[in-house]
Nanobody, 121 residues
Framework: VQLQASGGGSVQAGGSLRLSCVAH????????MGWYRQSPGKEREVVAV???????NYGDPVKGRFTISGDLNKRTLSLQMDSLKPEDTGVYYC????????????????WGRGTLVTVSS
């Protein structure tokens, strides 16, 4: 299973960026997909997650500014990031809780390689 993210870049504070992620591989189903980020000097933290029932959860720092959307049946995920702040700078990782065809009784976590988001003041 591979998670391929795109859309990172540099933007000034107050601007917007959109991240996208596509999952590939021998996927039976996806339980959840989401975004995590790691900022310089900090631990990796959750940004937003969407589950297969359509429910969403956001990390407190991004509530009201970021919007996650996706079609888990189509293996696609997006993150619309508005009103960006310098503290949003970091590497953003696409995440998937995936059930693979060869092991349908359990799921495991997969991570993409990360895409860099830089917000300047």
């Amino acid at each position: 299973v591979q998670l391929q993210a795109s859309g990172g870049g540099s933007v000034q504070a107050g601007g917007s960026l959109r991240l996208s992620c596509v999952a590939h591989g021998n996927i039976y189903t996806i339980r959840a997909m989401g975004w995590y980020r790691q900022s310089p000097g900090k631990e990796r933290e959750v940004v937003a997650v969407i589950s297969d029932d359509g429910s969403t959860n956001y990390g407190d720092p991004v509530k009201g500014r970021f919007t996650i959307s996706g079609d888990l049946n189509k293996r696609t995920l997006s993150l619309q990031m508005d009103s960006l702040k310098p503290e949003d700078t970091g590497v953003y990782y696409c995440y998937g809780q995936v059930v693979v065809i060869m092991a349908v009784m359990s799921s495991r976590d997969y991570w993409g390689r990360g895409t860099l988001v830089t917000v300047s003041s």
